[in-house]
């Protein structure tokens, strides 16, 4: 175990004195507090750059009475919108919205029928939230003056517009509750993306660092003094470690970043990420599908980049195996707003689905017991096969060299590991 353990922390240690790891845990760290801030500094920039101003739109009324009912409205909405009475003909209102004195100007009558008649003209393309700000304040006034016409009291009015009461019950026995669902759908998806991304990264690395010695001729020296096997495993543990390591400091600063971001007056980000409704057994689940998902694609990374003796060729090797991942988020990603379709509970099964599928299945549903105990036990056979079957290819794969053809390598490399 000596020779084990030795190899795992070179792993482990060349891996986590690299300037590229530690820059890009560093990026990432920033990231997320810069994402759980985010709304409070675009805040904070709108005042500094003076775009916290009211929004001041002319307003040329031909009718003589909607300007003030306007005006009146959007006071009672609560909306930060400027109105300036103006006499001013159409082409001169233009000439101040093309010289950006105004934000935009509206001419407002009634046509026959007593309809509001309102053209808005602005000089910004992507001007949205004005115009229907104001459109959804002149629908207002048009329904109290047709409620006018019509002789209706405030309380008919509001009566006749009243919303109904709509409330979902689910008697599915695999169904949460609403607020259960939508924090477990967000907890879930940023699970399955870090998933995601430490089985492609920390897989495509293990292939790599054993291409690596391939390429520079140590591999020779290093199964003289320990067989392949203990090599491929602590590569495969040491790389794992590294990774858990990186998604611990990742997890912490993004914890720590809630509680900040939670401090004082709700924000976007802390509404969106509530962990009211959190589960603890989906967070177990998070780590055990983490770590099963990781040995499964580590384990056959290491036995893809044993065939290979350049770096270049790394990437095409382990080609396939990205593809199952890819297959697998996007199976898990279509699932996120009907979790209870039939392909993902056969995909849930399937060993190289399982880490995403399952998951997302057992933190979105209230699933027997035996279902994901089922996947786990399935997907622990297969990736004992697979270290199994890996040892045989790691042992005459490393000492392989020239160019990787294909897959074909396989059964070479099989052969040379029996003499």
Do not use: C
């Not at 300007?67 to 919108?81: G, H, P, S, T, Y």
């Not at 109105?83 to 001013?88: A, L, P």
């Not at 509001?158 to 949460?176: E, H, R």
């Amino acid at each position: 175990m000596r020779e084990f353990w030795i190899i795992f922390k070179q792993s482990f240690l060349t891996k986590a004195k690299t300037k590229s790891f530690f820059i890009t845990t560093l990026i990432m760290v920033a990231g997320i507090f810069l994402f759980a801030n985010l709304p409070t500094l675009m805040n904070t920039v709108s005042k500094v750059m003076g775009d916290s101003e009211e929004d001041v739109v002319a307003v040329l009324d031909e009718s003589g009475v909607l300007v003030d009912r306007l005006e009146a409205q959007l006071k009672q909405n609560n909306e930060a919108i400027t109105i300036e009475r103006s006499d001013e003909t159409t082409a001169q209102l233009k000439q101040r919205v093309e010289d950006e004195k105004i934000n935009a100007f509206i001419e407002l009558n009634f046509d026959a029928s007593n309809i509001i008649q309102a053209t808005y003209t602005t000089g910004s393309l992507v001007d949205q939230y004005l115009s229907s700000t104001l459109a959804d304040a002149l629908q207002s006034i048009q329904t109290e003056i047709n409620a006018e016409k019509l002789s209706l009291s405030g309380e008919q009015v509001a009566t006749l517009f009243a919303p109904i009461q709509f409330d979902k019950q689910n008697v599915s026995a695999s169904a949460k509750s609403e607020d259960e669902l939508n924090s477990a759908r967000v907890l879930v998806y940023v699970l399955m993306f870090v998933i995601y991304f430490a089985v492609i990264i920390y897989s495509s690395m293990i292939a790599t660092e054993v291409a690596t010695e391939k390429s520079s001729r140590v591999m020779e020296i290093l199964i003289s003094s320990v067989s392949p096997v203990k090599h491929m495993f602590a590569k495969v543990l040491g790389i794992g470690s590294l990774g858990i390591v990186q998604i611990l400091l990742y997890g912490a600063a993004g914890l720590l970043a809630y509680k900040l971001s939670s401090v004082g007056e709700e924000n976007d980000f802390s509404a969106f990420f509530s962990l009211e409704n959190l589960e603890v057994s989906t967070l177990v689940y998070a780590v055990v599908f983490f770590l099963l998902g990781y040995f499964l694609y580590a384990t056959l990374a290491a036995l893809l980049g044993s065939l290979v003796s350049r770096t270049e060729d790394v990437q095409q090797m382990i080609m396939p195996m990205s593809l199952l991942v890819v297959a697998a988020f996007i199976i898990a990603a279509t699932g996120l707003g009907n979790p209870e379709m039939g392909y993902l509970k056969i995909a849930s099964f399937i060993p190289f689905f399982t880490p995403l599928v399952m998951f997302l299945r057992v933190g979105m549903l209230d699933l027997p017991l035996w279902e994901p105990l089922l996947s786990i036990a399935i997907m622990v056979v297969t990736i004992s096969i697979l270290g199994w079957f890996g040892a045989k290819v790691y042992r005459g794969g490393v000492l392989m060299y020239g160019p990787s053809r294909s897959l074909k390598d396989l059964k070479k490399a099989i052969q040379l590991g029996k003499e």
